[in-house]
C-alpha cells in the first residue's frame, strides 16, 4: 500500500490522477456529443436515442457510478493541486508577464473546472433529476430552451468547457509522457479542434432547439 | 550603435529575509546601450555607495551565461524580455530611453529572499542531492567511444545538461514548480550509461524531495521552457513523467 500512496499522493502522480480520469471524460463528452446529435434528426430520433440508452440498464448505472467516481478523483484532486499552487508562492510578483507559454485556457484551469462542476450540477437537475413519468424527454429539452436564458447559460458553458478541453486534451498527453517532437505538435493541435468540436457541435444545439423546435 | 538612454528603476528593497520588503524607485541616468544589465546595476550601487547609502544585492557570478548565479524579474520577465539569455548577457540596446523597468527577485515558496533582489536557491542544490550518485569507474580515462552511446541519445543528455540551475524556470512558473529543472538533471543523467543503473532511484529521489521543498505542481503552462535562459524544453519534462511512471510501477524501487 505504501509505494501505492507514495505514488499517486506525489505532485506527478496527481497529475497523471487528472490525466487519466480527464481522458475518460473526453471519451465521454465524444459519446455525448454523439448521442445528442439526434436532435437534428427531431425530437422523435433524440427521444428514440433516450430509450435505447435506457434499455441498456444496469449497463448505464454501472457507467453512471464509474463516471461519478472518476468525477470525484479529478474534481478532488484538482483541488488539492490547485491548493498546493496558491501555497507555492505567497509572496506574488508586482508585474506578470506570459512568455509565450500560457494560453487562455491553461491560465484558467482550475477556475473553468469549478464553473464546468456548477455547471454539470444544473445540467442534471434540468434532465436528468427531473419527473418523466407523463413527458418526454424531448419535451423537456425543447420547453427548458424556449427560454433565451437557458440557451445563454449552456452556450457559455459550452465556451467553459471548450477552453478546458483545449489545454486539458494536450496536457494530459504531456503529464502521460506522449511528448515527442514526431507527434506534439499533432497533439497541440487536435486539442484545438477537438475542443472547437465541442465547443461547436454542444453549443448550436441549444440554438437549434430553440429556433427550429 | 552606442548611445545613451536613461530609465526608471523601481528596484524590491528588503532588509533581510525576515523583514517586509518593497519597491524602491531609482533614476538610472546615462546608461550605455553597451552595457549589460549587471553592469547598469554597478553604475546604480556605485552612486548609492557615494551617497552613503545601501547598494541593491543581487547574485552574479561569471557574467558570461554560464554559472547560473545571476537572474532577476524584470518586468515579470525572468532573466529580462530577450529568448534565451541570462539576465549578466542582457544588453541595454533592449530599452528604450525613458522605459520604466520593475526589478524583482525570483519568488517562490522555496527560494527565501536573502536581500534586495537576492534569493537563497540551496533547495535546488537539495535537489540535486537528491539524485545521489552516478557509476563510473575510477583509474585511467576511459578510451573514446569505448562506451557506444548514438548521437541522438548523445545530443538529448547534452541539451539537457546545458542547464545552469538558474532557477528561472520556477521563477516563471506560474505555481513555481521545478518540474523543468528535475526534468533537466533526470534526462541527463538517466540517458547516459553512467546514470542509467541508478535512474529510477534518482527519479523517485528528486520528485519526492521537490514535493517536501514546497515547489508547486506542474500544470504544463510552458513558461519555463519559454523563459529558460538555456530553452531547456518540456519534452525533459515528458521523459521525467515516464521515468516516474517506470519507476513507480515498473521498478522493484520503493
Ligand atoms: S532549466 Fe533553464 S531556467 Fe531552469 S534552472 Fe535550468 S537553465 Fe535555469
Ligand atoms: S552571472 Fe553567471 S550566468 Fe549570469
Known amino acids: ?213 | 550603435m552606442t548611445k545613451n538612454i536613461n530609465l526608471t528603476l523601481k528596484v524590491w528593497r528588503q532588509k533581510n529575509s525576515s523583514a517586509a520588503g518593497n519597491f524602491e524607485r531609482l533614476e538610472a541616468k546615462d546608461i550605455s546601450t553597451d552595457m549589460s544589465f549587471l553592469e547598469m546595476l554597478d553604475i546604480i550601487n556605485e552612486k548609492l555607495t557615494l551617497e552613503g547609502k545601501e547598494p541593491i544585492a543581487f547574485d552574479h557570478d561569471c557574467r558570461e551565461g554560464i554559472c547560473g548565479q545571476c537572474g532577476s524579474v524584470i518586468n515579470g520577465r525572468p532573466h529580462g524580455p530577450e529568448k534565451g539569455t541570462t539576465l549578466c548577457q542582457l544588453h541595454m540596446r533592449h530599452f528604450a530611453d525613458g522605459d520604466e523597468l520593475v526589478i524583482e527577485p525570483f519568488r517562490a515558496r522555496a527560494f527565501k529572499v536573502v536581500k534586495d533582489l537576492a534569493v537563497d536557491r540551496s533547495p535546488l542544490d537539495q535537489l540535486i542531492q537528491a539524485g545521489g550518485y552516478i557509476s563510473a569507474n575510477t583509474g585511467a580515462a576511459p578510451d573514446a567511444n569505448a562506451l557506444p552511446i548514438s548521437k541522438e541519445t548523445a545530443e538529448m543528455a547534452f541539451d539537457a545538461a546545458a542547464c545552469i540551475g538558474c532557477g528561472a524556470c520556477i521563477a516563471a512558473c506560474p505555481n513555481a514548480s521545478a518540474m523543468l529543472f528535475i526534468g533537466a538533471k533526470v534526462s541527463h543523467l538517466n540517458l547516459l550509461p553512467q546514470g542509467k543503473s541508478e535512474a529510477d532511484k534518482r527519479t523517485l529521489g528528486m520528485v519526492r524531495k521537490m514535493d517536501t521543498l514546497g515547489f508547486g505542481n506542474c500544470t504544463n503552462e510552458r513558461e519555463c521552457e519559454a523563459e529558460c535562459p538555456k530553452e531547456i524544453s518540456i519534452t525533459n519534462i515528458a521523459r521525467l513523467n515516464r521515468g516516474f511512471i517506470k519507476a513507480s510501477l515498473f521498478s522493484s524501487e520503493k
Open chain 1, 1 to 213: 500500500m505504501n509505494w501505492f500512496v507514495a505514488t499517486f499522493g506525489s505532485s506527478i502522480g496527481k497529475k497523471l490522477l487528472m490525466a487519466v480520469t480527464g481522458l475518460c471524460f473526453i471519451g465521454f463528452l465524444t459519446g455525448h456529443l454523439a448521442g445528442n446529435l439526434t436532435i437534428y434528426a427531431g425530437g422523435d430520433a433524440f427521444n428514440s436515442y433516450a430509450e435505447h440508452l435506457h434499455a441498456l440498464e444496469p449497463f448505464l448505472t454501472v457507467v453512471e457510478i464509474a463516471l461519478l467516481s472518476l468525477a470525484i478523483i479529478h474534481i478532488v484532486t484538482g483541488l488539492w493541486l490547485f491548493w498546493q499552487n496558491l501555497k507555492a508562492r505567497p509572496n506574488r510578483y508586482a508585474v506578470n508577464k506570459w512568455a509565450g507559454g500560457r494560453t487562455i485556457g491553461s491560465a484558467t484551469m482550475p477556475y473553468t473546472g469549478v464553473l464546468i462542476l456548477a455547471f454539470v450540477i444544473f445540467h442534471l437537475l434540468n434532465f436528468s433529476f427531473v419527473d418523466k413519468t407523463n413527458t418526454t424527454i424531448w419535451q423537456i429539452v425543447s420547453t427548458a430552451f424556449a427560454n433565451p436564458l437557458y440557451v445563454l447559460l449552456y452556450i457559455a458553458a459550452i465556451v467553459v468547457v471548450a477552453f478546458h478541453v483545449r489545454h486539458g486534451l494536450w496536457s494530459l498527453f504531456q503529464t502521460l509522457g506522449a511528448n515527442h517532437p514526431k507527434y506534439m505538435p499533432f497533439i497541440f493541435k487536435a486539442s484545438i479542434v477537438v475542443s472547437l468540436i465541442f465547443g461547436i457541435g454542444f453549443g448550436l444545439l441549444p440554438l437549434y432547439v430553440s429556433l427550429f423546435a
